[in-house]
C-alpha cells in the first residue's frame, strides 16, 4: 500500500490524492502472490509480471539520475539457481515515486554468492536469515548498504556495505528507459563483478565483502578483525561468527574453526593506492624487499596440531578459482592455550597489482563438537562452537608494525576486595531503556565509609567514580572516547 502524504502532519494522506493498494506484489518465499486473488497492480507497468518483485518488507526510494529506484527486502535465489532467501535486497525502478514500476531483479543477497569449486554452480558462503537496507551515493561511487546475521541468528545483524555500479539512460521509464545494477570491480572491465557459473545462472547482485569503504582493497599493513571474513565454508560453517558486546574492542572471533574449514577475507589492496580516490585515502601497498609476514592471532583449543593453509586469490586450486598456496603456519600440539600470534613469510604477495583474496584453509585432526544441552523455552544464546582453534585478527607485517594492543581490562574493588565484572553487559531492554551495551551490572558489600577503587592496567582508561549513596555507586570508565559504566549495587 503507498499513498502521498500530508506534509503538514507526515503521518495521514495528502487530501485529494489516491492511495494505492496494492502497491508492490508481496510474495511469499516459494514465490507465491501474497496479495488477493484477482489484485490489479496500478502501480506496475503493463506486461510487468507481478511474480518478479517478490516484496517482503521495508522499501526506501532513491534518486538515481533522471529515475527513481526503490530498494526492498525481497525473496531472491531462485532466478540464480539458489533456494529462496529474503536475506537479500531487491529493487524496482520508475519515473516517480508512486510508479509505475520495473523489476530490477536482486541488488545483494548477503548469504555471499559466489562459483562453487569447479564453477559448475552458484553457492553460498555465508549465513541467512533476513536483510534490511539501501542505496546511497558517497563521493561519486553508490554503494549498497545491508546486514547479514551471524550463524543465520536473525537478532545478531552485522552492518555491511558494498559498492555497486549503476547504469542508467536518459529515456524515461515510459519510453523503454532503464536502470541496471551490478556488483562493482574497480580493477575489473566495465568496473563491473558478476558471479556466472557453467550451468548458466548468474548472480549480478553487489559481491559480499570484508572491504567495507575500502574498495580499492584493504591497506595490508594494518591489523582486522576476523569478524570480517566474508567467505566461511566446510563443517558447520554457519557457527563460526562469533557476537561481541564490548564497546572497546571492536572485534568478532570466528570460533571453532576445524580440519577442512576455510576463512576468507577479500581483499587486501597489495598494490596500495597512489592518491585518495572517491574518498578512500591513500595507503601503501606492498613492494618487493618488505619482507613481508602473514600474522594470525588466534587461540589454539589443545585438541592436537594443525595447520593453515593460507592461499592466494582462490581457497581451491583447480582452473576455476587458480587459488595458489602461499604459506603454511603450523601451530604444535603444545601451543598454550592463550591468545598468541603465528606468523608466516609471504613475499609472494609483494609487488601484486590490483587486490587479492585471501583464504585460510585448516588441516588437523577431527573434533568432535560436544553435544549441546536441550534448550526450553524461550531460545538462548548458542553455545561457542569447539575446534581447533579460534581465530581473532589477520594482518600482514614488516619491520616497524605492531601488534595491536591488548584491549584494556577493569578492575573494581571495594575496601579492597575485587568485584566480579560481568563479561557481557545489561542487554538493551523496555524497562532499562539503555540504547547502548555499556552499562554493567555489579554487586558488592558497599557501605557509607567503604572505599570504592577503580584500576586499569592501560593508562588511557579514564575513570569517574561517584560518591556511595544507599549501597548504590556508579563508575564510568572512557577509552578512546568510548564509555563503560558500572552500576554498583550493595549485596552482603
Known sequence: TACELDQNTMFSKRPGTELIDPFIPASSHDGRLLDKEGS???ALYEGQNPL???FFEASSIRQVGNKYVMVFSGYSGKEYGLGNTNSA???AYGDSPLGPWRSGGVLVDSRGVVLNEDGSHLTTTNFGHNTHGSLQEINGQWYVFYHRPPRGFGNARQAMVAPVK???DKKPVAKGGQVRITGYDPFAKNN???????DGNEYTGAEVTSEGFNIFGLPPYGYYSAGIACFFAGPDSNDYLQDNHDVWNNSMDVAGLRNGSIVGFKYFGFEGLAKDTKGVKAFEGTKQGDNTSLCLHLTPSGRGAFKIHVMLDGPYSGETWKGREIAVIDVPADAKREAQKFMA???????LAGKHAIYLVVEGP???????RQQFGRRQQPQRPQGLFDLHGIWFGKKGTMFPQAVPQVTITVDGKPLNIPETPIYSSNANGYTEVNHYQVYGALKANSVLKATSENPKVQFQVSPITDGRATIRATYEGKEKIFLINYVL
Not at 613469510?345 to 609487488?351: F, M, N, T
Not at 577431527?366 to 549441546?372: A, F, L, M, N, Y
Open 366 to 372: 577431527e573434533v568432535q563438537e560436544p553435544q549441546q
Open 89 to 91: 535486497l531487491r529493487y
Open 166 to 168: 549503476i547504469e542508467w
Open 345 to 351: 613469510p609471504v613475499s609472494a604477495v609483494e609487488g
Open 52 to 54: 518478479d518483485f517478490n
Open 40 to 42: 490489479v497492480y496500478k
Open 192 to 198: 563491473e563483478w558478476t558471479a556466472k557459473a557453467s
